[in-house]
């Protein structure tokens, strides 16, 4: 039987300010109980070490306004690079499954980055998933995010892609941050219905998430077949987290984590330092490990909390045939929605950065095509308050782009080149298909590869 794998950095060195509830003592308790409960002298676990990500593995996801070092500090190079090593692990076997229990956490961070956003510099599951397609040539993964708050940037990220489906349950954007993650969101068109969204109401219990887990995420990935299963592993659905209203308890994460089984757990939010992350985070190794959790309950347990509202059940209900429905018939309307638009497919939105107070602008363009997900291209003008305004443009190919398309982004791009300096600060190439990223300064007409 392969062990566990368990990677662990809690940045004792880094917080957005020393108040901030994403702050250093978050994994300070866990790593107490890991090591009192003698976890990881197990042979069920086996150990890693984290190592740091390279620039070049944060530019195949995001799009760092003006670099890379400026938005990712060595603590999330760590960071992002423990969930890499994890990632290894678990492609070369070594492992039955693997859970990097890390911060900085990521799921809010989207493709342009022009700071924290949701206590997020950069997206660690995207880094790791983009990682592993290059390096192994896996294609079909499924990023389940359990988060309490909505996995906006992960679903930015994936937006127009039919080959990751990201599914997050969260507690409902009209009652907490982001504000996003509702049924509607369902991806652009090349990639509609491979996003899936569940708010949930705020008080939904152990029977609500569980039902949402059995009776439709099980099913979609039953129908989806990844090759890899992610979970987005946010902690903060917790009756006592101070920063949402949800009822779910430890042994609810427990359960939620054995009839999920994700090959990959990476660590989000859980904001209750001291009294629950330290339960979850070990209800989730032993889970995964297979270890016995039913003695595991948190000093202030309450059996009552467990009893999901019928109206709330109902509700829930409705969600998952409308979901079911929505899924199943993706293929359809993504063929209807590529024929509704000419060529390209546009749209607009503003982003706002909570933590740094920026806000963005952004234009974006989706080439479609029938042949793969085609290209993007995305202007951006991010301002911050007080700060510096930067106007970019940014061409993004897929890994799995068809040479025709490929061409025409790079193409774009050169031309762009010529003529962008008097609208652009930087123009940057994300070209995974060629594993080559590059930045333009349109000051200095100098270009660089980011390496
Ligand atoms: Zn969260
Ligand atoms: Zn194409």
């Not at 090593?85 to 961070?109: L, M, Q, S, T, Y």
């Not at 009776?215 to 090759?227: D, G, Q, R, V, W």
């Not at 889970?287 to 059940?313: F, Q, T, V």
């Not at 950065?353 to 291209?377: G, P």
């Amino acid at each position: 039987m392969k062990p566990t794998g368990l990677l662990f950095f809690p940045a004792f060195d880094w917080a957005i300010s020393p108040t901030h509830p994403e702050r250093e003592e978050r994994l300070l308790y866990t790593r107490d109980q890991i090591f009192e409960e003698g976890i990881i002298d197990l042979p069920q676990i086996r150990e890693y070490q984290p190592r740091l990500a390279t620039p070049q593995d944060i530019a195949r996801v995001h799009f760092c306004v003006p670099n890379v070092e400026n938005i990712a500090t060595e603590a999330h190079l760590v960071s992002a690079g423990g969930a890499l090593v994890i990632g290894d692990a678990f492609i070369k076997d070594e492992i039955k499954n693997g859970f990097a229990i890390i911060r900085p956490p990521g799921h809010h961070a989207m493709t342009v980055a022009h700071g924290n956003r949701g206590f997020c510099n950069i997206n660690n599951e995207a880094i790791m998933v983009e990682y592993l397609r290059r390096k192994y040539g896996i294609r079909r993964i499924a990023i389940v995010d359990t988060d309490v708050h909505h996995g906006d940037g992960t679903q930015e990220i994936y937006y127009h892609d039919p080959d990751v489906l990201f599914i997050s349950f969260h507690q409902d954007g009209r009652t907490l941050y982001p504000g996003s993650g509702f049924v509607e969101e369902l991806g652009w068109p090349t990639a509609w219905g491979t996003t899936i969204n569940i708010p949930l109401a705020p008080y939904t219990t152990d029977e609500g998430i569980l039902y949402t887990i059995d009776s439709l995420i099980l099913p979609l990935l039953e129908e989806f077949k990844p090759e890899l299963v992610v979970n987005s592993a946010g902690q903060d659905n917790h009756y006592s987290d101070p920063l949402a209203n949800m009822l779910f308890t430890a042994t609810g994460y427990a359960e939620l984590n054995r009839r999920l089984a994700p090959d990959i757990a990476v660590l989000e939010g859980g904001y209750s330092v001291e009294t629950a992350l330290p339960y979850i985070n070990l209800a989730l190794i032993m889970a995964m490990a297979g270890i016995d959790y039913s003695n595991l309950r948190e000093p202030d347990y309450d059996r009552s909390l467990l009893k999901e509202n019928p109206d709330n059940l109902a509700r829930l209900q409705k969600i998952v045939a409308i979901q079911l429905e929505n899924f199943r018939r993706r293929d359809e309307e993504q063929a209807a929605q590529k024929k509704k638009y000419d060529e390209f497919y546009s749209t607009s939105r503003r982003i706002y950065y909570d933590t740094d107070n920026i806000n963005e602008n952004q234009q974006i363009r989706l080439r479609l095509c029938d042949n793969c997900c085609s290209y993007r291209v995305i202007a951006s003008v991010g301002s911050r308050a007080g700060g510096r305004r930067y106007r970019v443009l940014c061409f993004s190919i897929p890994i799995y782009s068809c040479p025709d398309c490929r061409e025409e982004a790079r193409a774009a791009y050169s031309d762009s080149l010529k003529e962008g300096g008097a609208e652009f600060d930087y123009i940057y190439l994300q070209d995974r298909a060629a594993d080559d990223y590059r930045c333009f300064d349109c000051r200095s007409d100098a270009e660089e590869a980011i390496s």
